[in-house]
């Protein structure tokens, strides 16, 4: 092994502290790409879009996610059983994310009479300020958990739609049950595409 290597070898070793090893194993960050996991008996179809879907009698019920908002808030998505809840995982420092981040406030406006409830999940960002600070960039208005280490989206069961990328978005059901993922940044069209179904749940 060259000497180049090796330093770089270190350095990765030392970036990396081992608290968070497994979570870095488990969250990609700032993807792009239309991956997705599962497979066997999980029920779900991957569109071509990367968006993929659950059929209602075979959606799994959603984590317990509470916790604090970016502003030191009580946060708890139980709170919002009975709406189409829009779950998007950003980081102010993800590409993507800040791609998307007019989209998702634009369709939260648009969809806010019809039931339906955006909320953030925060990750990797040390600081809440850098957080609050990307919201008021991009003019988003709905509550995001502040979860610097990626706690939240370790909730979400194996073989379900859960999380996995950073930004991911998943869509819960009225009946607090996983309906929807995309594991890539979205416009508004696409938004829609997962949104507009479940809203004409009845």
Avoid at 74 to 93: E, H, I, M, P
Wanted: with cysteine; hydrophobic share 40%.
């Amino acid at each position: 092994m060259s000497y180049g290597r090796a330093s770089r070898r270190r350095f990765t070793l030392l970036a990396a502290p081992a608290a968070a090893a497994a979570l870095a194993l488990t969250l990609t960050a700032c993807s792009s790409d239309n991956k997705t996991g599962g497979g066997g008996d999980t029920h779900f179809v991957t569109g071509s879009g990367g968006i993929s879907t659950v059929a209602r009698g075979e959606r799994a019920d959603a984590p317990k996610l509470d916790g604090k908002s970016l502003e030191g808030k009580a946060l708890n998505l139980a709170d919002y059983k009975g709406k189409v809840v829009v779950l998007n995982a950003w980081g102010s420092w993800c590409g993507p994310c800040r791609a998307e981040a007019k989209h998702f406030a634009e369709v939260a406006a648009d969809t806010e009479g019809q039931g339906v409830q955006f909320l953030g999940i925060n990750t990797r960002d040390p600081e809440r300020a850098q957080a609050v600070s990307f919201e008021q960039d991009f003019g988003v208005t709905y509550p995001s958990f502040y979860d610097p280490t990626g706690k939240l989206m370790l909730r979400f069961p194996k073989g379900t739609l859960r999380p996995q990328t950073i930004p991911s978005t998943v869509v819960i059901d009225r009946d607090g049950k996983i309906a929807a993922r995309s594991l890539a940044a979205l416009d508004a069209t696409k938004l829609r595409k997962m949104i507009d179904p479940l809203i004409a749940e009845k």
